[in-house]
């Protein structure tokens, strides 16, 4: 076994957050005396962190926040790493600490090789220089000597697919424009270790698919990569294993489906068998006011019950409902539509409407469900992504003893062996010849 190219262990980053008194410098009767102490207070507090080196926090109540606990993992050469997880999950913090922008309260990291960092647009670049200067500004500090940069100048530029704005100053580029160039610069240093954050969603279709490529051809010639996105399809498609954070956690480390279906799963796990519709959320013309759904019978042949009551406000086209199922990894696996013509008749008043599903046999697992309800396929009134959810216990595949895993999908078809023969002459060894 190879030595881990990035080990990190126990790693841990707090910070210090700093409050103001509920309502304080706004109550009517509040004493100039306890004014003045608080404020004695905090300056006498930030002399003490400034002598000490300490972050120096604005506030009458300091909180500690643990952006990262306890977090540990190995990662070997040419693998890549995928991050996931909720905004302020600790993704970035993590990232920033691998690339040594921030320095860790607690615990080890150890690199071994070169890191190219992609954290932030246009990081490394200044807004007055032009496209071939930030190239050369941008890759020294990267740690590219002027020759790598002179050799690699011209396959730097045609992936940036920035030629015409070479010797324009970058502050007058798009923001998608900064990340070509910022990418296409670190991509090229042909580090041991490229960090990516979720900055490739400021790019085109075309030029994401072409990032992509580029970290798997990366990855393909033993490079390591991390790589940090909410787009799901990106992390499964690139990532060999995955990391779900949540609040500064490892939540889950394994298997990029896994990792995926467990974050899905967390982030809906409000997600009930009952939706109603929040006062918050205006009805449409027609739109739903309360679904709910029940899980009836087994393996192969679950049947689902959904009870809609409807709401239409005023007079509007004909409309139908449809249902989408997610597995846990939030992608669709199939659509039901009990009726493909219009059959609500669009008159204001309330509709109370029955819809059951036969499912195909699923693995076990938390399942999802939209709503929709249209006039027309391209025309909709109203749609709740992940409005319900329903969990499937039993497996499809009696007797199995081998888990079941989202990597081969989520539906097991009925399938069974119509014929096996066998060829007895030919289960014999050909004869041997020699001369």
Not at 384 to 405: D, K, N, W, Y
Not at 407 to 418: N, Q, R
């Amino acid at each position: 076994m190879s030595d881990p190219v990035i080990s990190v262990e126990n790693l841990s980053k707090s910070y210090l957050v700093g409050h103001k008194l509920a309502g304080q410098g706004y109550k009517r009767y509040t004493a100039l005396r306890d004014v003045i102490g608080q404020e004695a207070r905090n300056i006498a507090r930030n002399a003490v962190n400034i002598i000490r080196g300490r972050q120096v926090v604005l506030g009458d109540q300091v909180e500690e926040f643990w952006a990262l606990k306890d977090v540990s993992f190995e990662l070997k050469r040419g693998e890549v790493l995928g991050i996931i997880g909720r905004n302020g999950a600790g993704k970035s913090t993590l990232l920033k600490i691998l690339s040594r922008i921030t320095e860790p309260t607690a615990g080890r990291v150890t690199l071994r090789g070169r890191v190219a960092s992609l954290l932030e647009v246009g990081t490394g670049f200044h807004p007055e220089l032009t496209g071939r200067e930030n190239i050369y500004l941008n890759g020294a500090i990267l740690g590219m000597s002027r020759a790598e940069i002179r050799r690699k100048f011209d396959e730097i530029v045609a992936f940036a697919e920035t030629e015409k704005f070479l010797d324009t100053p970058v502050k007058r580029y798009s923001s998608g424009m900064y990340v070509r160039l910022a990418f296409a610069v670190a991509a090229h240093l042909e580090p041991e270790i490229l960090v990516v954050d979720e900055v490739l969603a400021v790019g085109d279709a075309g030029f994401q698919e072409k990032c992509l490529g580029k970290m798997r051809t990366l990855s393909g010639t033993g490079r390591t990569v991390l790589f940090v996105s909410h787009s799901m399809m990106a992390i499964r498609t690139l990532c060999s294993s995955c990391i779900f954070l949540h609040n500064g956690v490892k939540a889950f480390d394994g298997p990029v489906s896994d990792a995926i279906a467990a974050y899905q799963t967390y982030a809906h796990t409000g997600v009930k068998s009952v939706w109603r519709r929040p006062s918050t959320l205006a009805i449409p013309k027609i739109g739903f006011e309360q679904v709910s759904v029940s899980v009836h019978g087994g393996q192969p042949a679950i049947r689902l019950l959904f009870r809609m009551t409807l709401r239409c406000t005023k007079e509007c086209a004909p409309s139908f409902v449809a249902l989408d199922v997610r597995a846990a990894t939030g992608s669709v696996i199939m659509q039901a539509v009990p009726k493909s013509t219009p059959f609500l008749p669009g008159k204001p008043g309330s509709y109370h409407l029955s819809v059951q599903i036969l499912l195909p046999p699923l693995i076990p697992g938390t399942y999802f469900t939209d709503i929709w309800v249209g006039p027309h396929y391209n025309e909709t009134n109203d749609y709740i992504t992940f409005a319900l959810s329903f969990t499937v216990e039993q497996s499809p595949s009696p007797g199995r003893t081998i888990p079941h895993s989202f990597d081969h999908g989520s539906i097991v078809p009925i399938s069974e062996i119509l014929e096996c023969d066998s060829d007895k002459r030919a289960s014999a060894p050909d004869q041997a010849v020699y001369s």
